[in-house]
C-alpha cells in the first residue's frame, strides 16, 4: 500500500510563488512517475506537470515556464515550484504516484487572488 500527503497549498496573490510537496510513504521502491494534477469544480481533473523515475519531465502548456516539478529520492518526496501564479491556477491540486496501479493523496487547494 501507497501514501500520498501533499502540503503547500493556500491562498496567494497573482504573481505571487507557492511550493507544493507531496511525501510518499509505504512501498514505493517502484515508483514509475509522479505527477500533478489540478482540477476545478465541474470539471475534469488535469495534468500539470509529471516526471518519471528517470528525471524526465513534462507539463502543461499553461504552465510551462512558470512551473517546476521535482523529486527528492532520498526523502520521498516530489515538488511542485509555482511561480508567477495567475488566478487560473486556482483549484485543487493532487498528487499521483503510479507504481502496480495509480495512487493518489487527498489533494491540498491553492487559490490565487487577482
Known amino acids: 500500500q501507497v501514501q500520498l500527503v501533499e502540503s503547500g497549498g493556500g491562498l496567494v496573490q497573482a504573481g505571487g510563488s507557492l511550493r507544493l510537496s507531496c511525501a510518499a510513504s509505504g512501498s514505493i521502491a517502484s515508483i514509475i512517475s509522479m505527477g500533478w494534477y489540478r482540477q476545478v469544480p465541474g470539471k475534469q481533473r488535469e495534468l500539470v506537470a509529471r516526471i518519471t523515475s528517470g528525471g524526465s519531465t513534462n507539463y502543461a502548456d499553461s504552465v510551462k515556464g512558470r512551473f517546476i516539478i521535482s523529486r527528492d529520492n532520498a526523502k520521498n518526496t516530489m515538488y511542485l515550484q509555482m511561480n508567477s501564479l495567475k488566478p487560473e491556477d486556482t483549484g485543487v491540486y493532487y498528487c499521483?504516484?503510479?507504481?502496480?496501479?495509480?495512487?493518489w493523496g487527498q489533494g491540498t487547494q491553492v487559490t490565487v487572488s487577482s
Open positions: 499521483r504516484a503510479i507504481i502496480t496501479r495509480i495512487y
